[in-house]
């Protein structure tokens, strides 16, 4: 039988899941029970077609389900079965991998049959739910639309709400916003007939309605699979999409029958210890019970970390009016203003030539430059969305993989209000996703390390956002073990990358992490550790026209800054002359500009020209030479100079002369750029008020190349 790569990888991420829960399962303890139980339910769906390996983890599934459905904790002949099962899987799919023969599975120990005593009912057949997703877009487009952009927003509440809900597992609000999004998402599911995501809804509504009435206590177990059925309903919701957007109905079913078993398990429980406490017979440990949480009895540490909860319990009533718009008509919008903006300077400066023989000319194209500055500010405002969701999202994985890590940590945000554009927003979304994995598989680290190094065994990852002048800041700050620049210094010059006599600084070495294929990690994981991930960070962010600063204390944690521009539509420039051509410098990047004196620039040995700027040495760069075009300042006294500052360095340019400081709109080069591909250092045009074309100029880029 041939299997894809990808089913076997898939296969293969839940064995690891799997594996970590067994491992950390003890005999006559619920604790990983309920987990272990879902998991195996979703591999033995991803294991339908491989008889192989459906048939071991289906009949521990079984001897699961046993436990389950006589509200029993582990014993020690099914936790050994869990992991024999989980010691044998990684085996088998490197053999499914090869294509090689499987190694048999024995059980080790007989099925049994549940006791006579207590029979249960037949429970229903989940995997009936397994179905493809039935849309009428025909008679329901308007509605499905209404209903995805609903469910999207009752979506993020939910992540929201639990993510706070393990922290406080008391807290009645976040509870209530759950329960109320979980309600309104089966009931228009059902409406418009989406069956499986109706029926995992409603099993979801029927447990946190238990926990509601105070009849079960949220632990981290049932917020998992809370959390998975929300990302189920999630992939069913962005199907609704997929067909409204291109016409056609699903093609794929999302499997919710495991999810759908495993929470009507944790209902079950709570009725079994039910009819127990009423029979007065002992009660048995089931899967639901707490164990040590967020609540009265957690570290203080994880109570005064400051995680904010945001908004959970916040009703619609209270919420501003919103009108939902497509993104299309909003970049139409903006690319509209653009040309206004372009007009507008047009106008400009046809009025500076016709002042004399027109006089009320001025005053009305000055007034329209104060119309067409606030329409750009409005439509510019239109893009922008807080980056609330996106660290949202980071919250979300820092949980699951601190889990998976075997760490404990607090991860917090500040700034979520924060706004930026809305493409920046998304760009930004993968790099961040690369950092906090980082920071929490080799930043932070064991408890027991952290005991060692006399830090408090719970660590903490901080994200978040402020505006600093005219850019937007990020930070991702952890205290975990730092980076060590002398074993970075040591691995680069194994790999050529460092003189072996030269000793950067250490701001230097912290960039080399950024190099492609570089990594300090003392083995590979499945998160990190090839030497990929940094460098994209570094690439996405400097397509974004932004930078990176590392900042860290070995043994204290690390810091990186990202600065970003607001808007990637409409930049201050300083236009600049060189020669006939003309450039425009980003404001942000210039320091200052002025006329040198013959006696400020100097040669030295090894580093080229300086400009001496009162005992300061700044290297000088011609840029007629660096884009090989005739100058009419051949030596820098004769033109100006203007000091440009990035990534923390700062170079002096020699131009002609400045020509005026105006906001332009950037303009993709699209395949104009492949001329320029040798020529570092041009991020994109923009059309002058003259009507000619200004190349922008990326200082970052001109320093690297330098």
Request: proline share 6%; with cysteine; glycine share 8%.
């Amino acid at each position: 039988m041939l299997i894809s790569a990808d089913q076997i990888t898939k296969i293969e991420e839940v064995a690891n899941r799997l594996s970590g829960e067994a491992m950390l399962a003890v005999p006559g303890s619920d604790e990983g029970l309920i987990p272990a139980y879902s998991l195996l339910g979703e591999l033995a769906e991803l294991c339908a077609a491989i008889a192989v390996v459906r048939t071991p983890v289906a009949a521990v599934h079984a001897a699961l389900d046993r436990r389950l459905e006589a509200a029993q904790p582990f014993d020690a002949e099914t936790l050994g079965e869990l992991l024999r099962l989980s010691t044998w899987l990684p085996g088998a799919l490197d053999c499914l991998r090869a294509a090689e023969p499987v190694p048999a599975w024995t059980s080790a120990v007989a099925p049994k049959a549940p006791a006579a005593a207590a029979p249960s009912p037949p429970p229903a057949e989940p995997a009936a739910s397994d179905v493809l997703l039935t849309l009428d877009l025909g008679a329901n487009r308007e509605l499905l639309g209404d209903f995805y952009g609903e469910a999207v927003e009752h979506l993020h509440q939910i992540e929201a709400a639990l993510l706070a809900l393990e922290l406080s597992p008391e807290d009645p609000e976040a509870l209530s916003a759950i329960f109320r999004s979980f309600h309104t998402i089966k009931g228009n599911a059902g409406f418009l007939g989406l069956a499986p995501m109706h029926a995992l809804a409603h099993e979801v509504e029927t447990l946190l309605d238990l926990a509601r009435n105070q009849k079960i206590r949220i632990d981290s177990a049932i917020i998992t699979e809370i959390l998975r059925s929300r990302d189920a309903i999630q992939a069913l919701n962005q199907q609704v999409a997929d067909a409204l957007e291109h016409g056609r109905r699903p093609e794929r079913i999302v499997p919710v029958g495991h999810l759908i078993a495993t929470v009507r398990k944790l209902v079950q429980g709570v009725a079994a210890r039910g009819a127990a406490a009423a029979s007065g017979a002992p009660r048995a440990p089931g899967p639901v019970p707490l164990a040590a949480g967020a609540g009265e009895g957690a570290p203080p540490a994880l109570r005064e970390a400051g995680v904010p909860g945001g908004d959970l319990g916040e009703s619609k009533a209270h919420a501003n009016p919103t009108v939902r718009v497509s993104t299309e008509k909003l970049d139409v919008l903006m690319d509209v203003v653009g040309e206004l903006v372009i007009v507008q300077s047009q106008l400009l400066e046809t009025a500076r030539r016709s002042a004399a023989l027109v006089p009320s000319l001025a005053g009305n194209v000055g007034q329209l430059s104060r119309i067409t500055k606030e329409l750009q500010h409005t439509a510019m405002s239109l893009r922008m969305i807080p980056i609330r969701q996106t660290f949202q999202k980071m919250e979300r994985l820092a949980r699951d993989l601190a889990h998976a890590c075997g760490k404990k940590a607090v991860f917090s945000t500040q700034g979520g209000e924060t706004e930026l554009d809305r493409t920046m927003v998304e760009e930004i979304a993968d790099p961040l996703v690369h950092m906090v994995r980082n920071a929490l598989d080799h930043g932070l680290e064991t408890p027991a390390d952290r005991a060692a190094a006399g830090k408090p065994e719970l660590g903490t990852v901080v994200l978040r956002a402020y505006h600093e002048g005219s850019q937007i800041v990020i930070e991702l700050e952890d205290d975990g073990r730092g980076l060590d620049p002398e074993k970075i210094l040591a691995k680069a010059r194994r790999q050529g990358l460092v003189p072996p006599d030269a000793r950067p600084a250490d701001e230097d070495i912290f960039n080399l992490i950024f190099v492609p294929g570089f990594s300090t990690a003392e083995k590979i994981t499945g998160l990190s550790g090839r030497g990929v991930g940094m460098d994209v960070v570094k690439r996405n962010v400097e397509r974004l026209r932004g930078r990176i600063d590392t900042i860290s204390v070995p043994g204290r944690g690390t810091t990186f800054k990202i600065k970003l521009p607001l808007t990637m539509a409409i930049i201050d420039g300083l236009v600049v002359r060189v020669g006939d051509d003309r450039f425009i410098l980003p404001s942000t990047s210039v320091q200052r500009a002025l006329r040198p004196t013959r006696e400020n620039i100097v040669t030295v040995q090894g580093c080229g020209e300086v400009l001496d700027l009162r005992g300061r040495m700044i290297p000088l760069h011609r840029l007629h030479r660096r884009f090989g075009i005739p100058a009419r300042a051949n030596e820098p006294w004769e033109g100006i100079v203007v000091i440009v500052e990035a990534g923390g360095k700062v170079c002096a340019l020699l131009v002609d002369e400045m020509i005026s400081k105006q906001e332009v709109v950037i303009k993709n080069l699209g395949a104009y750029m492949q001329g320029f591909s040798s020529t570092a250092g041009i991020s994109g045009g923009a059309i002058l008020g003259d009507g000619n074309i200004a190349l922008i100029l990326d200082p970052a880029a001109l320093l690297q190349a330098a």
